[in-house]
């Protein structure tokens, strides 16, 4: 069996000089976040954003839906991958960081693109119930994660993909001994996808880890 890589920083810089490189917006939400303090964690890691990016262009992704902005990285991400004419509704329930969202989106004038939607993430997608998505990416509150799953593929036509960020949970979800209760949510949440016959999943080991499922 192969033996996976560690990803020491110098080896991660070795990558990033030769991937797909930043649009100067994602970079200048990347300094942002660098002074924000340990916050700056919630955000996705650059291999995220080139690897959303990607996978819209193959699958011609046109509507998407965000459940979790932060201050616009992953957004951003996937807006710049969308067509002209394509579309993404981003859910985030703080004002403060959504604000600073919007401004970065208009910055990198993708603002035409994006709609932001400024409540709890229950409520939007309540709301949202008769749209249509090609792609949902959930990265919000952990403890929601199954009722964001369900009510995703409910949004998705078949072939949609919905993506779901930090399912590997710092490595933490292997660890047995490790009874947190985020973890022990975490674990039964993968659990759940993993017996999910509606969809065909698997998970990417790319920042904390993500779930990509192709609704069947
Ligand atoms: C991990 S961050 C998202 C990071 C973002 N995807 C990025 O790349 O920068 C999680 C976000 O979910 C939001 N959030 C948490 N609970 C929420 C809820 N119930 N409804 C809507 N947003 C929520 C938080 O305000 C936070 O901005």
Redesign the pocket.
Known sequence: MGKNLEITEKLQKYIDNFSLKLNPVQQE?IDY?NTLGDIKR???ATSQCHFLHLIIKISNIKNAL??????????LSISLALPDDGKLVA????EE?SRVAIDFFKKANQDHKIKTII????K?LEELKNDKFDMI?I???KM?YKEYYERSLKLLDKNGLVII??VLWHGEVADEANIDKFTLYIREFNAHVAQDKRVEQIIVPLGDGMTVCRLL
């Open positions: 939400i976040n919630m955000q996705v965000e459940i979790g902005t932060f201050t616009g990285l992953s957004a859910l985030d329930k703080n960081t409540k709890p993430a229950l939007s990416f990265d919000a509150d929601n960020d930090n």
